[in-house]
Structure formats: structure tokens, C-alpha cells
């Protein structure tokens, strides 16, 4: 099973013109994002400004996910929506996108052949989440946005802390694995299937 254990010390937080953003996952892992040659890329970002103007991104296809705060965000010619935590929107990079007030966000960003989704889990302390076999995505990215939880696989324990990440090859996977928190746990999936 290939698993890559990213520390929250390791991630590299950049400015962008509505507040920072921090990369938690990039594929293939030698992609950079200023060239635009990555399957998928997975992100944390700042809304600072009351108003926002989105990087405009042709080819790429957008999730979004509110962590903390609320926006409203509007796609020009296309749909406007609200979101609150844990609530998301998907849309076009190409799109002329705004969005109004503060919050901190979660990016899911697919290109061509790639395509996922998003999912929050909440967990109590003590409590576990057990996943079976994946059919159809390639990769599993967790990110420990509160809490701390242990992630175990049938031979291995990985004690994951706040802001760390996970990136699992779901292809290599033959049993089931498990989270089981250490304390009450914020974390949020992302499954991303990359068509051969």
C-alpha cells in the first residue's frame, strides 16, 4: 500500500490576491500549478476580502468547500449560491467567478481525465470510520482539518495531527482500513478517480 504522510510543518502556504493558500496535494507529485500540468491538485485557501475575483483557470473543474465562515459565491451567466461549513459548490475554472465575505475553504481542482469529490466527516473521540475498497477512484486524500486521529491499515498505524494529510494509492489496497480519532475530529475526504 503506498501511503505518503505529509506534516503540517512540510505544506507550503503562497499568497493569491483574496488571502493565502496552502497546497495539501499535487498529482502527478513533480506537477506545478503555474503550469497547469496536474491531474489533480487539493488545497486549502484564506477568503480575506469582503469581495474576492477568482483565478480564472481554463480546462480545469472546481469543487469548493467551506470550512469556517460563509460566502456567496457568484458564477456570472451561470449560478450563484451560498455556502456555509461543510457546504460546497462545483463549477468551471473558466468561469468569471465572485465571491463576497470571509471564510476559509477547501479546493478540489480536477483537469482532462481526473475527476473527484469531496465528502466531512465529523468523528467523537474514541470513534471510528472504517472504509471498505474504493471501486472506481485511484486515490484517498485526508485532511485533518481539527482533531487528531490514528489511520490503520492492517499492518501499519499512522498517528495523524491537526492539519496533516494522508494521500493514499487506493490501487494497492486489498483489505479494509479504518480511522479511529483521538479526539473530535473535523476531516475531510477527497476521492479522485484518474481514467486510463
Known amino acids: 500500500m503506498k501511503i505518503e504522510h505529509i506534516k503540517a510543518s512540510d505544506l507550503i502556504t503562497s499568497q493569491w490576491s483574496g488571502g493565502t493558500t496552502t497546497q495539501l496535494a499535487i498529482y502527478p507529485q513533480n506537477a506545478e500549478y503555474k503550469e497547469r500540468n496536474f491531474q489533480f491538485r487539493i488545497s486549502t485557501a484564506t477568503v480575506e476580502a469582503e469581495e474576492s475575483t477568482f483565478t480564472k483557470l481554463p480546462g480545469v473543474s472546481r469543487k469548493l468547500m ?13 449560478h450563484s ?41 465529523t468523528l467523537q473521540k474514541g470513534e471510528r470510520y472504517e472504509f471498505e475498497k474504493f471501486k472506481n477512484f485511484d ?6 482539518y481539527t482533531g487528531d486521529f490514528k489511520f490503520k ?44
Open 66 to 78: 467551506i470550512l469556517d465562515g460563509e460566502i456567496r459565491i457568484e458564477h456570472s451567466d451561470h
Open 81 to 121: 449560491k451560498t455556502l456555509k461549513k461543510f457546504e460546497q459548490d462545483e463549477f468551471s475554472g473558466d468561469w468569471d467567478t465572485i465571491s463576497f465575505g470571509k471564510a476559509t475553504d477547501f479546493n478540489l481542482m480536477t483537469i482532462s481525465n481526473a475527476f473527484g469529490d469531496i465528502e466531512a466527516i
Open 139 to 144: 486515490f484517498l486524500v485526508l485532511y485533518a
Open 153 to 196: 491499515t492492517e499492518n501499519h498505524s499512522y498517528l495523524i495531527e491537526k492539519n496533516d494529510v494522508l494521500i493514499i494509492d487506493l490501487s494497492e489496497i486489498n483489505k479494509p482500513f479504518l480511522i479511529e480519532s483521538i479526539s473530535y475530529s473535523e476531516i475531510i475526504m477527497t476521492r479522485i478517480s484518474i481514467k486510463k
